[in-house]
């Protein structure tokens, strides 16, 4: 690995875990702006997804530096191009994801020959050295909107109307085919959202003081919906928690309520950052939790009651028997 100077180190949002940055790298590609630059990269979300994990593996699990591997090794993990590999890492650096501290050059003869008393082989060239960052402020990345395309001009696309006159035994022209009838659209019924459901987006919208008391809880339910957060298994004291601990790992604060300016999209952000952590760091809820400790004590009380009927058991069958005296 080419050396990196320590102070290049200096200023970059170090990831306090892999988990961390997985986490982070794909909430920041849910994103308007992150589906804008997979889609000019052309790499699909599957491939994308695949490509950080195996990146990963090669980076240092506490700091997430030491990425030295050349695009070459990434496409064998991958089992791709090395075309793709390429572009991986251009997504993960346009995402903010990743920084590129040292670029690979090819080496020194002084720098050769200790790369082949070090691993026997010949090698010339050393790969870039990467680190993988947590992006700077994923909220404002969240309220990016996707480029408005150029319209469309209709005078730049007129076609030429000259007809030519038909010849004189020219065959007459076949009549057009009658066109059906366009089925009327109806839309689909709106199915009833679960109740954990319905809870929550209440919830969300009575007590987070940045939302809007006006906002419309079908809404919010809405943005849960989409963000892929389970309402079913997790309340509204384990999303605070979620939030909590998420914060901590990003090391970022939470806005206040004079700072959000589109609480819709706020509330997006944070909550495909919450489905993103409680799917990969495994949070258990309060009330699994509690069960799980008062099942605990269940046992036992019930493994206590038995060792106490067993030794009641045993005292019984050792103790002496009365001697039966004859008449």
């Known amino acids: 690995m080419l050396p990196v100077d320590e102070r290049t180190y200096q200023g970059l949002r170090s990831p306090t875990s892999i988990a961390a940055w997985l986490a982070a790298t794909e909430t920041v590609l849910a994103t308007s702006a992150g589906e804008t630059h997979r889609r000019r990269i052309s790499m699909s979300r599957k491939t994308f997804l695949k490509a950080i994990r195996a990146e990963a593996q090669f980076a240092n699990r506490h ?20 075309s793709t590999a390429r572009r991986a890492r251009d997504l993960m650096i346009a995402l903010d994801c990743a920084v590129r501290v040292v670029t690979g050059r090819y080496l020194t003869v002084q720098e050769r020959l200790q790369a082949t008393a070090h691993h026997g082989g010949v090698q010339l060239r050393a790969a870039s050295v990467r680190a993988l960052t947590i992006p700077k402020n994923m909220a404002e990345v969240t309220n990016e909107h996707l480029t408005t395309a150029s319209r469309f001009n209709p005078a730049a696309h007129q076609l030429k109307n000259s ?35 319905q809870k929550l987006a209440a919830a969300l919208v009575y007590e987070i003081p940045w939302l809007p008391r006006d906002l419309s809880v079908l809404r919010v339910q809405r943005i849960i919906y ?27 604060t939470p806005k206040n309520a004079g700072d959000v300016k589109d609480p819709e999209a706020y509330l997006a952000s944070r909550m495909k950052l919450a489905a993103v952590y409680a799917r990969y760091f495994q949070f258990i809820p309060g009330h699994e939790t509690a069960r799980a400790a008062q099942d605990a004590a269940a046992a036992r009380t019930a493994q206590q009651a038995a060792a ?12 002496p028997q009365p001697t039966s005296t004859g008449l």
Do not use: C
């Open 163 to 197: 007809p030519r006159r038909g010849k004189p035994h020219s065959e007459a022209a076949s009549r057009p085919q009658p066109q059906r009838k366009r089925a009327k659209f109806e839309a689909e019924p709106i199915q009833p959202r679960p109740l954990p459901l």
């Open 63 to 82: 700091t997430g530096r030491g990425v030295a591997t050349s695009h070459e090794t990434l496409a064998r993990a991958l089992g791709m191009s090395v």
């Open 308 to 319: 106490r009927a067993a030794d009641r058991l045993l005292r019984a069958e050792n103790a």
């Open 226 to 252: 989409r963000s892929g957060f389970d309402a079913e298994r997790f309340r509204y004291a384990d999303l605070l928690t979620v939030w909590e601990r998420l914060d901590s790992e990003l090391h970022q």
